[in-house]
């Protein structure tokens, strides 16, 4: 029925440039499942009254297909990091979360270890606690309110050396009253995103331990550039950050690996090495690189600054660092159609004007901020109108990162 379907979506028009859904790179995706059919399209380009019109015309003509009983488009929306962000992240280049699937591993103190880093380096960087039940980063970084506002009322963080820092305990005595109860995530949200954080290189999040509300929300509210996850090599610990894994790439996070924390402990006395956990989960098990393993190390527990911190916590803010680069960035030759934020009429001359200057036989690399599997058809039609085969082959599209899909091809 698949087929069908989408010889369905082929009669449905693009009214700004003249051609059918697919071919105007508005249709991402076909689903077929039992008489159900989802069709997701982005429609970002078009007004709200045309996109309802293109909306319409879609369900109109899939569900004129015998079989089907259901259908329903879902509309995809523009994910660009300036888009995605609140006015107080506006100025924020990047946001890396901490999480752990479990309490007591050391995320706290892994979070603010790789914010001191990274401050260390260079980069003008920012700490969040999210962690509303056990805001602990102030203990840590052994910094205390109270919270000034800027000129329009907005929060501004303390500082702790050259680390920005907000965290529900930096707030005034009684205020954390208001922060329990089941809206208490809510106004978590608010106190983040109305913080005047200002110009960022990097803003790290601390976020609590588990899948409760406050990640959930962080997911599905805030522009995440990848996440590094806390672990200990105990066997529930690790098997309990594989599936926690999961639920972060399924909502397009970039894992950007694991630290895995008290991974052994060196004697001071005899120099010998010794596993914490005799009986430790494989971390092979992760389908994650493993950013650090983390000794047991006192020096750890003296209070982190950027500058001053140790060996073992350096190379990780800087590997933590190096992975974000490596997640974002695309390898792509100069000649590749670039077609990240072109409208759709645009994509098409651009396409066509690449084409037209391959010689056959030549590669044809195109990267996108959407999936270019439709395009296949409109190259297959250019080369078919040049008198070439309209079969392309190989051609294969290759997902970078969540904003960044590369296909590559040869022009018969």
């Not at 994910?79 to 309490?103: F, M």
């Not at 995103?193 to 790290?204: I, P």
């Not at 001053?308 to 190379?315: G, N, S, T, W, Y």
């Amino acid at each position: 029925m698949t087929e069908e379907v989408e010889a369905a979506l082929r009669q449905v028009r693009d009214p700004d440039a003249g051609k059918d859904v697919f071919e105007a790179g508005l249709v991402s995706d076909v689903a077929v499942s039992e008489g159900a059919v989802t069709v997701v399209a982005d429609l970002t380009d078009f007004r709200p009254q045309e996109g309802e019109q293109v909306t319409s015309a879609m369900l109109r003509a899939v569900s004129e297909v015998p079989g089907v009983e259901h259908a329903h488009v879902e509309r995809e929306t523009a994910h660009g990091a300036d888009e995605d962000r609140s006015p107080g992240l506006a100025d924020v280049d990047r946001v890396i979360a901490v999480a752990s699937a479990k309490g007591g591993v050391g995320k706290t103190t892994v979070a603010t270890h790789v914010a001191c880093a990274m401050a260390g380096a260079g980069q003008d960087v920012g700490l969040f606690d999210a962690d509303i039940h056990g805001p602990n980063v102030p203990e840590v970084l052994e910094v205390s309110g109270p919270v000034y506002s800027d000129d329009d009322g907005n929060p501004l963080p303390v500082e702790a050396g050259a680390l920005d820092v907000m965290s529900v305990g930096l707030m005034e005595s009684g205020a954390p009253l208001a922060w329990r109860g089941a809206m208490a995530h809510d106004a978590l949200s608010e106190l983040f995103e109305d913080t005047a954080w200002g110009d960022l290189d990097t803003l790290v999040v601390d976020l609590p331990p588990g899948t409760g509300d406050v990640v959930l929300t962080t997911l599905q509210e805030v522009h995440l550039d990848g996440v590094v996850f806390v672990t200990t090599p105990f066997h529930a610990a690790v098997t309990d950050t594989a599936r926690s894994l999961d639920l972060f790439e399924e909502n397009d996070v970039p894992v950007l690996g694991v630290a895995v924390n008290m991974a052994g402990f060196t004697c001071p006395t005899c120099g010998d090495e010794h596993d914490l956990f005799e009986h430790g989960e494989p971390l092979s098990d992760l389908d994650a690189p493993v950013l650090a393993e983390l000794d047991f190390d006192p020096s750890v527990q003296a209070t982190p600054r950027p500058g001053d911190l140790p060996e073992q916590m350096q190379r990780l803010g800087a590997d933590a660092r190096d992975r974000v680069e490596e997640v974002w960035s695309v390898d792509a030759p100069d000649e590749a159609v670039d077609l990240r934020g072109v409208d759709a009429d645009g994509r098409h001359d651009r396409v066509r004007e690449a084409f037209d200057a391959t010689d056959r036989g030549e590669a044809f690399v195109l990267v996108s901020d959407r999936d270019p599997t439709p395009v296949r058809s409109f190259i297959a039609s250019l080369s078919a109108a040049a008198d070439g085969p309209g079969d392309l082959d190989p051609f294969e599209v290759e997902r970078r990162n969540p904003e960044t899909w590369v296909l590559r091809t040869v022009r018969p």
